[in-house]
């Protein structure tokens, strides 16, 4: 079946430090790719998606980039702030289900020090 | 905006008892809504996917039987875990999507404990 695999625990950085968190994934044919952000106490929220190889989401200054030869869908920002402090998560929707299944990866804890 | 709400949050029930949990899709109508569980230390598991106009369709691992589904209209669905054991327990949440929307609309959650 489909699955996630991102950078698992925790990342722990200073504000303006360069972020990278890695995604892959494994899915047959074209998946719809996510990133959610989860705050304490509240659902995931989608921060952007991409469908397409070579395709780039973007969002808040987060953005990945759709590279279907690596499999995957790497989480980076160039200057990380406190208020970046949440849970990340990968996620995929295979191309014939649209994005009503997700399949998520473990999530990972971002914790930026001021 | 396009929000999603969840009740209640937090719930303790008695290990053998059955809680049940709503989900409210508001800004819009809800033709699909899923719902998922997070388990400590797992991440979200798909439960069961509810689409207007067709059957609900369970994840392997989760039944009809365990978790009963209700989606009478566009805005409300929920969900039911019976006779619950400490294998229940976590975050379940609550996804919606609207046919306006190529996204999933999360709620809070509603946090199982079972005693």
């Known amino acids: 079946g489909d699955s996630v695999t991102q950078t698992e625990g925790q990342v722990a950085l200073s504000e303006e430090d360069f972020l990278t968190i890695h995604c892959n994934y494994s899915?047959?044919?074209?998946?719809?790719l996510f990133w959610y952000v989860q705050y304490p106490g509240e659902g995931p929220q989608l921060l952007f998606r991409?469908?397409?190889?070579?395709e780039k989401g973007s969002s808040r200054g987060f953005e990945a980039t759709y590279d279907k030869g690596t499999t995957s869908f790497h989480l980076r920002k160039a200057s990380v702030q406190e208020s970046d402090s949440a849970v990340y998560y990968c996620?995929?929707?295979?191309?014939?289900?649209?994005?009503?299944?997700?399949?998520f990866g473990k999530g990972t804890q971002l914790i930026i020090q001021p | 905006g396009a929000l999603v709400y969840q009740y209640p949050r937090r719930t303790i029930c008695k290990s053998g008892t059955s809680m049940r949990m709503e989900c409210q899709a508001v800004?819009?109508?809800?033709?699909?809504v899923a719902w998922y569980r997070q388990s400590p230390q797992k991440t979200f598991e798909l439960i069961a996917l509810?689409?207007?106009?067709?059957?609900?369709?369970?994840e392997q691992n989760f039944t009809q039987e365990k978790f009963p589904i209700s989606h009478p209209n566009l805005s409300f669905s929920s969900m039911t875990v019976l006779n619950a054991y400490l294998e229940d327990r976590g975050l379940y949440l609550c996804?919606?999507?609207?046919?306006?929307?190529?996204?999933?609309?999360f709620g809070p959650g509603t946090r199982l404990t079972v005693l």
């Open positions: 899915a047959s044919g074209y998946p719809t």
């Open positions: 991409a469908s397409r190889d070579k």
């Open positions: 996620a995929l929707s295979g191309h014939t289900e649209g994005a009503d299944r997700l399949t």
């Open positions: 996804g919606a999507r609207g046919d306006s929307y190529a996204e999933q609309f």
């Open positions: 800004g819009f109508q809800a033709t699909s």
């Open positions: 509810s689409t207007v106009n067709s059957a609900i369709k369970y």
